[in-house]
């Protein structure tokens, strides 16, 4: 079975930065597209960045290029999402979500955790 856990999450003034982590088990990172999505209340669920080591391959969403960085530890089977220069709405719950190369959709997702920029 596929478990994911996300942490990292807080509260943080704009600007600030935080750093949240994506561990699994049962499933190996590097074979596999891991993305971050984020949900604000009263929102959908929307893209934010993935990555797969193995074909050499990021993305980014719009609203977080240059901001926001997404890395991939194949020693940890973890991968994180490094963000600076947090803006108030960047504030919504982020989840880490993964699937097999070449699969139109992610198959495993973790529960979340807050991410708060206060003004």
């Known amino acids: 079975q596929v478990q994911l856990v996300e942490s990292g999450g807080g509260l943080v003034q704009a600007g600030g930065s935080l750093r949240l982590s994506c561990a699994a088990s049962?499933?190996?990172?590097?074979?596999?597209?891991t993305g971050w999505f984020r949900q604000a209340p009263g929102k959908e669920r929307e893209f934010v960045a993935s990555i797969s080591w193995s074909i050499g391959y990021s993305r980014y969403a719009d609203s977080v290029k240059g901001r926001f960085t997404i890395s991939e530890d194949n020693a940890k089977n973890a991968v994180y999402l490094q963000m600076n220069s947090l803006k108030p709405e960047d504030t919504a719950v982020y989840y880490c979500a993964t699937k097999p190369l070449g699969v139109g959709s992610y198959d495993y997702w973790g529960q979340g955790t807050q991410v708060t920029v206060s003004s």
């Open positions: 049962g499933r190996t990172f590097s074979n596999y597209i």
